[in-house]
């Protein structure tokens, strides 16, 4: 009977390590995608807010600031996930030279474990600059 009650405790301990690591994966995938979703679609929005007839007149490049926030929120609103909350902060939009910062703040849901519970807020923060070359 004793080693009955030892196998039990392993499958207990086997089922108990399963869920941290489901947990602990949640997480840090949650955040690494949240950083190259943010990284992949600033870039994309600010090649979509280039002015070309500014370009094309002076030879600089220059973003339009509405057209470059219009772009990533609809990029962005293809690409987040349902189940967690954003914040978006668009900090510093440059427009000649073109530069921005975006800050996207991912709130997961909350894990309750043993009555205590936990939830995980993740900040990406983005600074890019769109250069020009000859």
Not at 23 to 34: A, F, G, R, Y
Not at 65 to 70: D, T, V
Not at 93 to 119: F, H, L, M, Q, R
């Amino acid at each position: 009977m004793k080693e009955a009650y030892w196998g039990y405790w392993l499958v207990l301990l086997g089922v108990f390590v399963v869920i941290i690591m489901l947990l602990i994966q949640n997480v840090t995938s949650n955040n690494t995608e949240d950083t190259y979703t943010v990284n992949q679609i600033s870039e994309a929005a600010m090649i979509d807010a280039v002015d070309y007839a500014y370009y094309r007149q002076y030879g600089e490049l220059k973003i339009n600031r509405e057209k470059f926030i219009e772009s990533f929120m609809r990029r962005f609103a293809d690409n987040a996930q349902l189940t967690t909350e954003y914040k978006l902060v668009f900090a510093g939009i440059y427009e000649t030279p073109p530069k921005v910062g975006v800050e996207i703040t991912s709130k997961t849901e909350t894990y309750v474990i043993a009555y205590d519970s936990t939830k995980f807020d993740m900040a990406s923060r983005v600074e890019a600059i769109l250069e020009q070359t000859n």
